[in-house]
């Protein structure tokens, strides 16, 4: 259970690796290990991916993540250096609710959704996880809350108001 948090820069991209698992599968001769990686990957600025990769060892693993994320950015809304508004993500057990801060307050967050925050370019948000503590679960609730961000121009125009 190795957990281990690296960031690297690739081209203009943000790469967190979030979660090393070891799993280990009991064959005739002892036990065969295998590796799951899950890894967050942004532009800082607003754009946010994340994959999951397993192999036989660490670094393709980790490669085979970083390509999924790469193939599944979304975009996220930002006003500044913060989020438009108040939203809850939920994936599975895991729920997390993300709130805007003020400028100069930081990404106060769990290394899970500090992770995907940061390789999204959201400098300025508190964050609060109920349910599951599990890395991956986390990240997938954080990216189906961010995937729920609606900027105010848009509010304005599916409600057909002016937003004071």
């Not at 609710?97 to 992770?115: C, D, F, N, Q, W």
Request: glycine share 12%; with cysteine.
């Amino acid at each position: 259970m190795a957990k281990v948090h690296e960031e690297r820069q690739r081209g203009e991209l943000n790469e967190h690796v979030v979660k090393i698992k070891r799993c280990a599968a009991v064959v005739k001769g002892g036990r065969r290990f295998s590796f799951a990686a899950m890894v967050v990957v942004g532009d800082g600025n607003g754009k946010v991916g994340w994959g999951y990769g397993k192999a036989n060892e660490v670094p393709p693993s980790v490669e085979k993540a970083r390509k999924e994320a790469m193939r599944s950015m979304n975009t996220v809304p930002m006003e500044g250096s913060t989020i438009p508004h108040q939203v809850i993500g939920k994936f599975g057990a895991a729920h997390i609710v993300l709130v805007p801060a003020s400028p100069g307050t930081g990404v106060i967050a769990g290394a899970a959704v500090r992770a995907v925050c940061e390789a999204a370019g959201i400098h300025d948000i508190l964050t609060k996880s109920f349910g599951s503590n599990n890395a991956v679960s986390l990240v997938k609730a954080t990216i189906e809350g961010l995937k729920q961000l609606r900027p105010r121009m848009e509010v304005e125009r599916l409600r057909g108001v002016t937003l004071s």
